[in-house]
Structure formats: C-alpha cells, structure tokens
C-alpha cells in the first residue's frame, strides 16, 4: 500500500460513467484483481478519499470506472490530462481462484470494474471462463469497448433489450451452469442481484466470491466506516470490508 502523486491521463465519457487512466511516472502498479484504490477528488468540499475498484492496469497506468453520482464523482469527473491527484493503494483482498479451473463472471452495472480486470487476467493465463454483463439499458454497458479491445466477448443483458439478451443479468445463469461444468463463480454489482447469484449458484452447490461495495472513509481499516456482517464458524459478526475485504466468500456473507 503507497500513498502516490499520480498524473490523470486519457479521460472516457460515457453517460454518466467515467473511464480515468492514472500514471505514475515512478511506480509500477501491482494490484490483484478486486483490490481497490482510495481516491482524492480535487473538490475543496470532498475532505475523504473515494474507494474505485481496479478497473484495469497496464505496467505504469491503472484505471478506474465509476458513476457520476455525489460531489467526490462529480468533481473526478471533470479533470483534465495532467492533473495530479492523490491515490492509496492497492488495497483488500482480491479475488483467489485456482488456474485449473473453469469460472463464471457476473457483474451488473459498475460492478463490472473488478470483473473486467479479472477476464483480462483469466484471458492472459488462458483460464477458463465465460462473462455475463448487464445493465439497465445499453447506456449502462461503458466497459463494452474495453472487452472488444481485449477480444473478450462477454453476454450481454439489458432489462429494456436495447442491447443483448432482454432480461436480468442473472436470467441466464441458470441455463449457462448447466451447459458449463463451472469450478466457481465471482461477482459484483447491486445487492440483490449479487443474491440472486448466490442463490442460484448454491442450488448447484458452486463456490462463489463476490465484491462488496461500500462508502468506505479510509480504507484501511483505521475506523469502522465500512461494514458486513460475516459469518465466522458458528457466529455472525461485523468486520470492516476494507481490511477483510472487499471480496468475500459466498457462504460467507450474511445476506
């Protein structure tokens, strides 16, 4: 975990997401998929860092994907090339898989930012895996030109059909885990749905992990901003998300 000055580089509008390169001219980047940087925003009126999970990195950039929707987004997204901010990180614990196996992706909406930087790894490694992606309507798929990039062709849903398969992103889950011998499953996006995929993977008795996301005020563990209720044996507890976290086992979670 460092504390950097980074530079902003190539900047992506799409809607209300923002795609933002950070380059360090002095650090290689070295974050895990599911890790997660703390972000300065330039606003006077933001004291706190905000938690943007790795998007994506490339030796000495890395990128992060959010959506426009307080004061710290807002102000992120209107800087310019060149602009220095300050960032912590890596920080949690990612995700952990065996490169033996075969897994699943699912991620809705923004959540999609762990589970792309992941593919690419799964792609890299030649793991094997299929991705569902899925949004409201199309204007809520900002990764896809990322996925082509990278030639990874992922499913994708859209609850009012404009792009892809009409439905939930989890509606065809249940018809891929039975055309698939998958060895686990990994997501992130809205609470419910990040249920319904544990729901559906516990009938078919598959492992899963899933990326929480929270307003978190340090990141790492410093104050108790950020929480979930785990269970651990045979008693639930609160832990901060940040530090045991943000990904988490399935059968973990309390939900």
């Known amino acids: 975990m460092e504390d950097l000055e980074v530079r902003v580089g190539k900047k992506v509008v799409k809607n209300s997401y923002v795609i933002l390169s950070l380059l360090s001219d002095s650090h290689l980047f070295d974050a895990k998929p599911g890790q997660f940087l703390m972000v300065k925003p330039p606003s006077p009126e933001t004291l706190l860092r905000r938690p943007f999970s790795?998007?994506?990195?490339?030796?000495k950039k890395v990128e992060?994907?959010?959506?426009?929707c307080g004061k710290g987004t807002s102000s992120?997204?209107?800087?310019?090339?060149?602009?220095?901010?300050?960032?912590?990180?890596?920080?949690?614990?990612?995700?952990?898989?065996?490169?033996?196996?075969?897994?699943?992706?699912?991620?809705?909406?923004?959540?999609?930012?762990?589970?792309?930087?992941l593919s690419k790894v799964f792609f890299k490694e030649k793991?094997?895996?299929k991705?569902?992606?899925?949004?409201?309507?199309?204007?809520d798929l900002p990764a896809l030109d990322y996925f082509k990039k990278e030639k990874i062709e992922p499913i994708i849903t859209t609850e009012d059909g404009s792009a892809g398969i009409?439905?939930?992103?989890?509606?065809p889950?249940?018809?891929?885990?039975?055309?698939?011998?998958?060895?686990?499953?990994?997501?992130?996006?809205p609470r419910g749905m990040m249920k319904k995929v544990f729901e559906i993977a516990k009938k078919f008795q598959i492992p899963t992990q899933f990326s929480l996301e929270e307003r978190m005020a340090c990141g790492f563990g410093a104050c108790w901003g950020c929480v979930a209720r785990i269970k651990n044996n045979d008693r639930e507890e609160w832990?901060?998300?940040?530090?045991?976290?943000?990904?988490f086992k399935g059968e973990d979670i309390v939900w």
């Not at 790795?54 to 030796?59: A, D, I, L, S, T």
């Not at 614990?93 to 490169?99: H, L, M, P, R, V």
């Not at 940040?242 to 990904?247: F, L, R």
């Open 54 to 59: 790795v998007f994506n990195q490339e030796g």
């Open 127 to 129: 793991i094997k895996f």
């Open 173 to 189: 889950l249940e018809e891929l885990i039975l055309s698939e011998n998958f060895s686990g499953i990994f997501a992130c996006g």
């Open 131 to 139: 991705i569902l992606y899925g949004g409201k309507t199309s204007s």
């Open 76 to 117: 992120l997204s209107k800087v310019e090339e060149g602009y220095n901010l300050r960032i912590l990180g890596p920080l949690g614990k990612g995700f952990t898989f065996d490169k033996s196996g075969s897994f699943l992706l699912v991620g809705g909406g923004r959540g999609i930012a762990p589970l792309f930087f």
């Open 64 to 68: 992060i994907l959010f959506q426009i």
């Open 239 to 247: 832990v901060k998300i940040c530090k045991e976290g943000p990904v």
């Open 166 to 171: 009409k439905g939930l992103v989890t509606d």
